[in-house]
Nanobody, 115 residues
Framework: QVQLVESGGGLVQAGGSLRLSCAAS????????MDWYRQPPGKQRELVATIYSSGTTNYAESVRGRFIISRDNAKNTVTLQMNSLKPEDTGVYSC?????????WGRGTQVTVSS
């Protein structure tokens, strides 16, 4: 079955960096668009960044210029490099894969940015 497993979360001071990874299995990874979502404490989940099968990327306005999403189709992984982190970047970050009517979620990894 399809599995998405995130790693790389943790506690970091404001201004610092973290690198999240999502390892996919059980799917034809290169054919799927991949997203990173986050859910801040007490708030709804929000889309952070997307990378399509073509390699095209999109970012939420709040992270554009600070975060970089990338994918390695040979390793079935998608990565989110997060720089210049702010306390408002705190939340549970989840990996999401979708193609046509199929979509899959990872369990998420906690990112906490202290001020």
């Amino acid at each position: 079955q399809v599995q998405l497993v995130e790693s790389g979360g943790g506690l970091v001071q404001a201004g610092g960096s973290l690198r999240l990874s999502c390892a996919a299995s059980g799917m034809t990874f290169r054919m799927f668009a991949m997203d990173w979502y986050r859910q801040p404490p007490g708030k709804q989940r929000e889309l952070v960044a997307t990378i399509y099968s073509s390699g095209t990327t999109n970012y939420a306005e709040s992270v554009r210029g600070r975060f970089i999403i990338s994918r390695d189709n040979a390793k079935n992984t998608v990565t989110l490099q997060m720089n210049s982190l702010k306390p408002e970047d705190t939340g549970v970050y989840s990996c999401h894969a979708y193609r046509l009517s199929n979509n899959y979620w990872g369990r998420g990894t906690q990112v906490t940015v202290s001020s």
